[in-house]
């Protein structure tokens, strides 16, 4: 589907609640899904930059797989430096600091593809992440990741799961397996790692929005990382590429 395309189908959609179905056709994209918001700010003028330089392909799919990885590669991943606040969640963020957790680079993707032209929107699940830093499960107590962010490109006519979160350089160093994107079939975290240890495990969805929930986010951080805010200086502090170092020398 062409970018005029795309935008015609968001035109004519009734608007009704984002979601994945089964069984039956994809509901297509509303003019949400092209639009900016205070979070996803695609109409920011760094994001539009970063946008008509990545989106390079013959077709919008191809557009769709350089941007991803674009996002995911120029970005390196930070969960130590999580910022819960409107300027710290914004999409255009990320490009000021050159860096991002899995949250706010979920909404990056988002903005530069409506940017670029191509209908996006936010998804979130509840993940179980069974490699991660000493650091991080001291703060957080638990190896469950809430809301998790990953990105709903509409590519072809239908709705495909990207999720550009972890850069290639912290996947080479954790013994990762890269997720690639070909925009034709979803990628999400794998199970196992290359070692065959158990990465991440999907044990709840909560479904693909058109604009960031921030206020459910907080309320499930509060609610499931009671001691993460005492923590925060300490977290901001430390980094997560020394974490990393040490904890794969274990």
Same mark, same amino acid.
């Given at each position: 589907?062409?970018?005029?395309?795309?935008?015609?189908?968001?035109?004519?959609?009734?608007?009704?609640?984002?979601?994945?179905?089964?069984?039956?056709?994809?509901?297509?994209?509303?003019?949400?899904?092209?639009?900016?918001?205070?979070?996803?700010?695609?109409?920011?003028?760094?994001?539009?930059?970063?946008?008509?330089?990545?989106?390079?392909?013959?077709? &919008? @799919?191809?557009?769709?797989?350089? %941007?991803?990885?674009?996002? =995911?590669?120029?970005?390196? +991943?930070? *969960?130590?430096?999580?910022?819960?606040?409107?300027?710290?969640?914004?999409?255009?963020?990320?490009?000021?600091?050159?860096?991002?957790?899995?949250?706010?680079?979920?909404?990056?993707?988002?903005?530069?593809?409506?940017?670029?032209?191509?209908?996006?929107?936010?998804?979130?699940?509840?993940?179980?992440?069974?490699?991660?830093?000493?650091?991080?499960?001291?703060?957080?107590?638990?190896?469950?990741?809430?809301?998790?962010?990953?990105?709903?490109?509409?590519?072809?006519?239908?709705?495909?799961?990207?999720?550009?979160?972890?850069?290639?350089?912290?996947? &080479? @160093?954790?013994?990762?397996?890269? %997720?690639?994107?070909?925009? =034709?079939?979803?990628?999400? +975290?794998? *199970?196992?790692?290359?070692?065959?240890?158990?990465?991440?495990?999907?044990?709840?969805?909560?479904?693909?929005?058109?604009?960031?929930?921030?206020?459910?986010?907080?309320?499930?951080?509060?609610?499931?990382?009671?001691?993460?805010?005492?923590?925060?200086?300490?977290?901001?502090?430390?980094?997560?590429?020394?974490?990393?170092?040490?904890?794969?020398?274990?």
């Amino acid at each position: 589907m062409t970018s005029r395309n795309a935008r015609a189908a968001c035109a004519t959609a009734p608007r009704r609640p984002a979601r994945h179905t089964r069984g039956m056709e994809p509901l297509p994209p509303t003019a949400a899904a092209l639009a900016p918001t205070a979070l996803i700010d695609s109409d920011h003028p760094d994001v539009v930059a970063f946008a008509r330089r990545h989106a390079l392909g013959a077709d &919008e @799919r191809e557009r769709a797989v350089a %941007l991803t990885l674009a996002v =995911r590669d120029g970005f390196r +991943y930070d *969960p130590y430096r999580i910022d819960l606040s409107v300027p710290g969640m914004r999409a255009s963020s990320v490009i000021a600091q050159g860096y991002g957790w899995c949250v706010p680079k979920a909404a990056l993707l988002a903005a530069v593809a409506r940017a670029a032209g191509i209908a996006a929107r936010v998804g979130y699940a509840d993940v179980r992440n069974h490699l991660s830093t000493e650091r991080l499960r001291r703060t957080l107590q638990t190896d469950l990741f809430v809301w998790h962010g990953y990105t709903d490109l509409w590519i072809e006519g239908r709705w495909v799961k990207a999720t550009p979160a972890f850069n290639i350089e912290l996947c &080479e @160093r954790f013994g990762l397996l890269p %997720l690639d994107f070909d925009g =034709r079939a979803d990628s999400i +975290y794998h *199970p196992f790692d290359k070692a065959g240890n158990r990465h991440m495990e999907y044990v709840n969805q909560h479904g693909a929005f058109d604009d960031m929930p921030l206020a459910r986010i907080v309320a499930a951080f509060e609610a499931t990382y009671p001691s993460w805010r005492g923590e925060q200086g300490a977290m901001q502090a430390a980094s997560f590429d020394a974490d990393v170092a040490r904890e794969v020398q274990r």
